[in-house]
């Protein structure tokens, strides 16, 4: 089999995760991160940009207050106190390692999912790598809600990387990359050096975290990778624990798992639809709006829609379900004309029957083809 190889890129997002920053549970280390600062330092001497998100907030405030052990059991108050207790230490522990300035970005799911927020930010990191500065981002723990945060930052880090228009994401963790089965239980489990597609078959094959700092484990990397390869960004999971790896992906060699960008990436517009917009409702639909959703390019008219459910307002995003072999379907995700009111009233009938039912009709359609992003 022909080694796998990376391609040439020349914006990174790199994630280091809990377990890398804070070994043992003990609060910041370098042991694992010097590996890391080498790569970030090698890539920029080749002319190559780097952001980097980084955990260990929570770790960092844990063993200020002189605790170790494990991040769980704590209630989401302890969590964004010992957040804002950490931040400032994990960045003085990143900035020792760089012989250049680095900067903070905190950020909510709310700054990915608003336009004006999501622009600022995206800006001032644009600005931030003019200036020879490394962002270090991580999520604002201390404001984000339980609602309202992202949550783990594997999923963050795919978010900044679309949001940097990154060509790649680096996650590094203590695993040497994605396994056909859960390494830690399974002697036979062997690593995927390739993966072309993040499909229902990779995020049944893992598992749930075994650490108790880290909030993600596999699953949130195998999420990150589909938003992020989705959106035409190389992804690859590597083992930061290990210098030679990263040594390795330095060279353009693939020591861990290496996501393939999708062919066909999603829009701008649709991947924020798809991955950064919330449903606020569902719809489900009859066989024959799904096919013509599928495989006409249509735009969803109400004749099609047997059910509605949540309550929901005009532009808000829905998901579009059908009924098939005996279970639910996932056929598309969609910005809605009407709110959920309107639409028990409309449903089923005919386009031009919608004037004879409500006062205003803003659109023939409920959704808009151009509004809808239709599963592969
Ligand atoms: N934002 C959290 C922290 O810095 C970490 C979230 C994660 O590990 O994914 O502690």
Known sequence: MAAVELSDWTRAVVKVGSALVAPDERGCSTAHLLPIARFIMESRRQGKEVILVSSGAVAAGLAEQGRSGPGTGLTIPERQALAALGQPLLMAHWRRLFDMPCAQVLLTYDDLQRRSRFVNAKNTIAELLDRDTLPIVNENDTVATEELRVGDNDNLAAYVAVLA??????????????????????????????????????????????????????????????????????????????????????????????????EQPLSARKHWMLHALPSAGCLTVDSGAANALRHDGASLLPSGIVAVEGRFARGDA???????????????????????????????????????????????????????????
Do not use: F
């Open 318 to 376: 829905v998901e579009i379900v059908v009924g098939e072999e005996g279970g639910w379907t996932r056929v598309a995700k969609g910005i809605t004309q009407y709110g959920s009111a309107d639409l028990e009233r409309i449903q089923g009938q005919q386009s031009s029957a919608i004037a004879e039912v409500l006062d205003n009709v803003p659109a023939d359609h409920v959704i808009h083809r151009d509004d809808l992003v239709v599963e592969p």
């Open 165 to 262: 228009e990154a060509d790649l994401l680096v996650i590094c963790s203590d695993v040497d990359g994605l396994y056909t089965a859960d390494p830690h239980d399974d002697p036979d489990a062997e690593r995927l050096p390739e993966v072309d597609e993040i499909t229902d078959e990779i995020y049944d094959m893992v598992g749930p975290s075994h650490r108790a700092v880290a909030t993600g484990g596999m699953q949130t990397k195998v999420e990150a990778a589909e938003k992020a390869t989705d959106r035409g960004i190389d992804t690859v999971l590597v083992n930061g624990t290990k210098g030679s790896h990263l040594d390795a992906l330095g060279r353009g060699e693939m020591p861990g798992t290496l996501v393939r960008r999708s």
